[in-house]
């Protein structure tokens, strides 16, 4: 995948460009027994970006950054049945960056998610979910939990609560630039959300 930026008057007047590459590879490997799906995906990653601001020179900035990122990612899951839903995950990351603006950084993330939930055919339901993951410096806690009615074939009511924590990225931490500066003492960022949906669906005749 390529992909081009900046058209001419965004980041500036031209030859200020953005260009990125990915590509990307990924092996699913699933196995379903009398009550549980298990799921082995291995995952890899690799992009770089170029980047070329010269809004007037001499401040003309360049960077080039190469980002690698390898997961392997084991997951186990209830079957639909009469009982309750679970899911169960475990993920491993491997992030490596090397940037002429950024430096050269690399970190190792894990991860552990559970899921509760009544079975999806009931008219009403509950769910809870726990994900705890980290970089051996901060462990952020994500959990959340939900709720669903259904009053009618065609009509549903849910409600949804989450809070959590997100680890700063490499851009966040390290990126330097004449429009950015990088803080690598960032912490771990938090949020809180409260989510209400009502549903109906129209049958027409035809």
Same mark, same amino acid.
């Given at each position: 995948e390529r992909k081009k930026y900046g058209a001419q008057g965004f980041y500036a007047p031209l030859p200020s460009r953005e260009e990125g590459r990915q590509h990307l590879g990924q092996v699913i490997i699933s196995r379903t027994g009398h009550t549980v799906l298990w799921e082995t995906a291995l995952s890899s990653r690799f992009y770089r970006d170029i980047f070329d601001l010269d809004r007037t020179r001499p401040a003309y900035y360049h960077n080039e950054s190469t980002t690698r /990122?390898?997961?392997? =990612?084991l997951r186990a899951r209830s !079957?639909?049945?009469t009982g309750l839903f679970w899911e169960c995950s475990m993920d491993l990351q491997d992030q490596? /960056?090397? *940037? !002429? #603006? /950024? #430096?050269q950084h690399k970190r190792t993330l894990w991860g552990g998610q559970f899921r509760? $939930? *009544?079975p999806r055919s009931g008219r009403f339901g509950l769910e809870g979910s726990l994900r705890l993951a980290g970089d051996g410096h901060a462990s952020p806690l994500q959990t959340g939990l939900g709720a669903w009615a259904d009053f009618s074939p065609t009509t549903r009511l849910? =409600? $949804?609560f989450s809070q959590g924590e997100r680890l700063p990225s490499f851009t966040e931490q390290f990126y330097q630039s004449p429009a950015n500066t990088g803080n690598p003492g960032l912490l771990p960022e938090r949020s809180l959300s409260l989510n209400l949906n009502a549903s109906h669906t129209w049958h027409s005749a035809t």
């Open positions: /990122m390898n997961q392997a =990612l !079957l639909p049945r490596h /960056m090397d *940037s !002429l #603006g /950024m #430096g509760l $939930g *009544s849910t =409600l $949804g």
